[in-house]
Nanobody
Framework: QVQLVESGGDLVQAGGSLRLSCACV??????????MAWYRQAPGKQRELVAG???????NYADSVKGRFTISRDNAKNTVYLQMSSLKPEDTATYYC??????????WGQGTQVTVSS
């Protein structure tokens, strides 16, 4: 069984920074062997990929966050992070952590709310 626990969401002013964390509670090597990602969903919008990181550390980002957000992982702590800077009101959303276990399935966290005020 895999549990993903996000934390770090908060209310912040535009231009500010936040760091989100996602701790993976699971036995074995499922965390270190798999792709991890952050998604977000704003009210009335579809969930979208924000950033991802492979087991080997390669990263990918949505165009809207490139240069502002950084994803990283600590395999010793079974944790993935999302460092967010230069935040904008349009970054307001619920942010979800995702572990891709197979090409067709994975695990989601419960989400953490990020609100950016103008």
């Amino acid at each position: 069984q895999v549990q993903l626990v996000e934390s770090g969401g908060d209310l912040v002013q535009a231009g500010g920074s936040l760091r989100l964390s996602c701790a993976c509670v699971a036995s074995g090597t499922i965390f270190r062997n798999n792709y991890m990602a952050w998604y977000r969903q704003a009210p009335g919008k579809q969930r979208e990929l924000v950033a991802g990181i492979t087991a080997g550390g390669s990263t990918n980002y949505a165009d809207s966050v490139k240069g502002r957000f950084t994803i990283s992982r600590d395999n010793a702590k079974n944790t993935v992070y999302l460092q967010m800077s230069s935040l904008k009101p349009e970054d307001t959303a619920t942010y979800y952590c995702y572990l891709r276990a197979t090409a067709w399935s994975g695990y989601w966290g419960q989400g953490t709310q990020v609100t950016v005020s103008s």
